[in-house]
């Protein structure tokens, strides 16, 4: 089983940058994709984005493209989304999650583990 614990998040003004933190323990092995999704009380789990770790393959909702961006650190078992040029849109609690599945990776239900959350709070 894997375990993950996601952080970095804040108040932040429209305009500014945020970067989130994934790190996993546990049999990160299994793991093929670990995806960030982002979720508001009156909303269903939303996909940002995900990203590949063994070829590092990314991909991004539409609303991320341009403004967020995935890393990786292997050594370190921890994924980075990069946020910039923020929008109060963006408010949210931001989860990650691992895949050992290498496709469908928009998909929520195809994850089987998650992060507790951060809150990104975008002021106007």
């Known amino acids: 089983q894997v375990q993950l614990v996601e952080s970095g998040g804040g108040l932040v003004e429209t305009g500014g940058s945020l970067r989130l933190s994934c790190v996993a323990s546990?049999?990160?092995?299994?793991?093929?994709?670990v995806g960030w999704f982002r979720q508001t009380a009156d909303e269903e789990r939303e996909f940002v984005a995900s990203i590949a770790l063994g070829n590092g393959r990314t991909g991004y909702a539409d609303f991320a493209k341009g403004r967020f961006s995935l890393s990786k650190d292997n050594e370190k078992n921890t994924v980075y989304l990069d946020m910039n040029n923020l929008k109060p849109s963006d408010t949210a609690v931001y989860y990650c999650g691992a895949t050992s599945r290498d496709y469908g990776h928009a998909i929520p239900r195809l994850y089987g583990a998650w992060g507790q959350g951060t809150r990104v709070t975008v002021s106007s």
């Open positions: 546990g049999r990160t092995s299994t793991t093929y994709a």
